[in-house]
């Protein structure tokens, strides 16, 4: 594609800084539409070194209010970075909805750069470019216009460029030897970004080309192309477009439907304290070993309202390193978060490497609680299932181990359970109005459970039901699972 | 104070068994007081290596319901952290209200380890008491319950335990060479962390002793030294009780006020046109400059509404490299925010040395709008001038440049504004019923302005009035008062 691009001519002075003028009167204007129709904006530049993309941005902005958009220089990774998965720092960066985020540099710099340099192989590149195009699409889907800009010069051109920069004291620090290797290699670095762009060039966020040889002319063409893309954006806003429900491709397991499943298993006291102690006392042995192969491990509990999930935690947590684990007890998201994808909120609170994080609630939030509430719409949450698996393959692609619980209670269990908290003065705070509105839902939440546990038991993230009528078996059960899947991935390890 | 401490005799067994249950229960009862009382609490477990501080936290959180703390390791710290002011890390991580957040590590280990190890100066040592204290007393003062702990263990008990880790293979890692370094001049750490503690040992914030050697004895004495600090904090904040308002100490510069202030001063439109190149230009170099020579700087920006902050920051914004600045608009806080210290939400937000920090809007919402409609307590706001003060004082001593803006109009100049936004739809956005009940509080607001004018303007961070009722005049203004700010940060490196 890029190798194959013919530019437009540039246009004579007169009519280029006529134009200019214009453009960059539409861009100021759109920043009203972006903020009313709360559309978030997500700026990608890429090119190649001594392209010039710094100063064009810098040209590029200076029309717009600086409350209303953010520059994000994404070079290079940061130590606590490189223990997340490798979207992760581009994620936690989305804008928020009415702004618009440049981002200096992208995940396109990163895998394509780290596969020149050898620093992954063919199969780990391929496997990027799938999450970098979910990602993409995702972002889409979700509300966002993601416009990439690719920053052209020619071999010539750039050397040129770099031997200035190089010969004069004051700018020699901004040639970098990554930019002299890429001039050394341009025919192979052309290649994989060539076939980078093709592979990620999509129909909801295709590439654009800018011809790097003037700044102003440069500056012209990126205004223009973002012009157009708002007000395509904003256009498809306005028709309320429905984004395509995919096909599952992910390899299901086939889970029981929750009715089916008996819930009389029980625990005497002394099974259970001689079973905890020896769990936990396991779970505490692992813990270390995780922290030393620096694996992941995500914790994910959803369930019924007093179905024990606390009590569980707890269970689990006591037999952790207090400074290698984390409970994000997760409510309503708050305004920054709301504003933003919604999957957003999770991915700023992934643990490091070596670390376990709890999720007391989750993301499937959004196949529950906004669905039945209403504060999604049909298509966000039909679409939520595939957009889930695909954020659980990333961070199993990040060799997390995932295990996610379903803590599962019959209605009876629940009814004296409420009672008990409503007549038990310390337990008081756990009972609300609202859990006895949602118990009044109950028949409406158990289809939608139903459908999620269908829908997202995948191999590589599978749910566990927890028969907690009982909570001392459901208890013992969870310490068990837990410690199978970490064992499984470090036997694999 | 440590080196003179006189151990309790540890109970005997049976004795202790039956303290730790009651203990124990006790502080698992405190948690929903915490929650209740909406009290934030920071515990942070400091001590020789080796003395047990991990396991013994381990324990001490068995009891307590996961979703209501944190425990944060706080050892090392990332690059990202070390380009901060050295107190960034810990004022980012403290609890919001109703939780603990327990800090394996602090402050104490990171001055005392830098200053042992010759990696700080006596007279930086100094200056970081002096800022630690501000800090825990500030803490202290809107409403922190602090409690400091030391784990204590004599230097044969350390040695014995160093070595026991490192014969075996499986502890051997656990075994830091800084601990060995401690060991081996555990007299000279004695000295330093004894002044440490004697220096810090304040009535709002003590430090509490462990003898750490038995870890369930240690135990007992944390929990039952916690019950009984969580038993003080919430009788005082029961009691309402009122914070000191402190002198000031800072040095301050006169400052007229705002009456006093003539607003006639104009620009041709050609003076501004030649001027606006001139210095953002300049601006531009020094930006470079700055970014080389590692130096923050932080430009606040406050104003009567309508007053020009938003061009005015524009055209300071121009003059920068878009991946070295950021502005932050700042509207009403989020919960996450509202529910810590109100100067949280700008610690997070301070630049990276080398990067700028536009505020539009900034930490001194506390002494107007949230003193006049009050948001805050009155001695609230009165302690605000001090604390401010003190927050500047840290930037100043990471050697920021810190540049402070009051905008200025007069009130028919505000009308005129108001009502031609009013009737100009592009405009229309720009006003709201917020702001024209704020302009019927002018005269408070104007007295408010003065007081926090005539309380902040430190010679470290000074207040520089731009008279906007012709904003042409103000935006030049703003830039060369910028500039000299930064040639007079330049020429002191």
Redesign the interface.
Same mark, same amino acid.
């Given at each position: 594609m890029l190798k194959e691009w013919v530019k437009e001519d540039r246009p004579l002075d007169e009519e280029l800084s006529a134009r200019l003028e214009t453009a960059r009167a539409e861009l100021a204007?759109r920043q009203?539409a972006i903020?009313?129709k709360k559309l978030p904006v997500l700026v990608v530049l890429d090119g190649w070194g001594a392209a010039g993309k710094?100063s064009v941005?810098?040209r590029v902005?200076?029309n717009l209010?600086? !409350?209303f958009f953010?520059?994000e220089?994404l070079t290079q990774a940061?130590?606590?970075e490189t223990r997340r998965p490798f979207l992760y720092r581009y994620f936690v960066r989305i804008p928020q909805e009415g702004k618009i985020s440049?981002f200096?540099g992208s995940w396109m710099g990163e895998v394509t750069g780290a596969y020149l340099h050898g620093k992954i192989k063919k199969k780990e590149y391929k496997s990027h470019l799938t999450s970098i195009k979910r990602f993409e699409r995702q972002l889409n889907d979700n509300g966002y216009l993601v416009v990439k800009f690719f920053f052209h010069i020619d071999e010539n051109e750039q050397k040129k460029r770099l031997d200035a920069l190089s010969d004069d004291p004051n700018t020699k620090?901004r040639v970098t030897s990554k930019d002299k290797w890429q001039n050394k290699h341009y025919e192979k670095c052309m290649d994989v970004y060539d076939s980078y762009i093709e592979a990620t060039n999509q129909f909801v966020c295709p590439w654009y080309f800018i011809d790097s040889t003037s700044k102003k002319w440069a500056e012209l063409q990126m205004t223009e192309i973002l012009v157009a893309s708002i007000d395509t954006a904003l256009a498809g806003a306005d028709a309320k477009q429905k984004a395509p429900l995919l096909q599952n491709t992910f390899p299901l397991k086939s889970i029981p439907k929750l009715a089916e499943i008996p819930l009389d298993k029980t625990l005497t006291e002394e099974e259970y304290r001689t079973e905890l102690d020896r769990l936990q006392k396991r779970l505490g042995e692992l813990h270390n070993e995780l922290y030393?192969k620096k694996i992941p491990v995500i914790i994910a509990y959803e369930g019924w309202d007093a179905a024990g999930k606390?009590g569980n935690?707890?269970r689990i947590?006591?037999a952790l390193?207090? !400074?290698g684990y984390?409970?994000h007890?997760i409510a309503s998201p708050?305004?920054?978060e709301k504003s933003r994808h919604y999957l957003w909120r999770f991915w700023n609170r992934l643990p490091k490497d070596g670390h376990i994080a709890?999720f007391?609630r989750t993301w499937y939030g959004r196949v529950m609680v906004e669905r039945l509430e209403g504060f999604c719409s049909e298509n966000d949450w039909q679409r939520a299932y595939n957009e889930i698996n695909e954020f659980e393959k990333e961070l199993a692609d990040w060799n997390a181990v995932i295990i996610k619980f379903w803590v599962q209670i019959d209605k009876d269990t629940q009814l004296a359970r409420f009672t008990d908290r409503q007549n038990t003065p310390?337990k008081q705070?756990k009972i609300t109005d609202e859990d006895w509105r949602n118990r009044e839902k109950w028949d409406l939440y158990e289809e939608a459970v139903d459908e999620m546990l269908a829908k997202t038991n995948t191999k590589f993230a599978p749910w566990h039901v927890l028969e907690s009528n009982d909570k001392k078996y459901a208890r013992i059960k969870a310490l068990k699972v837990v410690i199978k899947a970490i064992e499984k991935k470090l036997a694999e390890d």
């Open positions: 204007k009203m903020k009313d710094g941005l810098g902005i200076k209010d600086p !409350r953010k520059c220089t940061t130590s606590e440049f200096d620090w030393h606390g935690i707890k947590a006591a390193d207090p !400074r984390e409970v007890p708050e305004p920054a709890i007391d310390e705070w």
